[in-house]
């Protein structure tokens, strides 16, 4: 299904991550992201946190089907368990 104002057009960046407050998982990715894999894909990641952008959050939760956080999307794909072996083959898939 193609959307002309589809959500991941409107970034330079190949993954999209949801993230919120009092979330702790999300707090577990940002730092494996952050420590872990030393930062490897900070430019091809836009951060969408929920209380910074809550119209763009909440368009990105509604298109995806997203009831959790935190999540990655590139292209139509979403990433739900952000676990690091399921983190790390989602990554390498969508920044080649």
Do not use: W
């Not at 990715?29 to 872990?36: D, N, R, S």
């Not at 999307?73 to 080649?96: G, H, M, Y």
């Amino acid at each position: 299904m193609l959307i002309s104002s589809s959500p991941r057009k409107k970034s330079m960046a190949k993954v999209i991550m949801l993230t919120q407050e009092n979330c702790p998982n999300c707090s577990s990715l940002k730092m494996f992201l952050e420590f872990g894999m030393k930062n490897k894909y900070k430019d091809d990641i836009e951060v969408v946190h929920r209380q910074s952008d809550e119209s763009r959050f909440m368009e990105l939760v509604q298109t995806y089907d997203v009831a959790s956080t935190p999540v990655l999307i590139a292209d139509d794909e979403v990433l739900r368990d952000c676990s690091p072996t399921k983190t790390i083959e989602f990554l390498n898939k969508a920044v080649q």
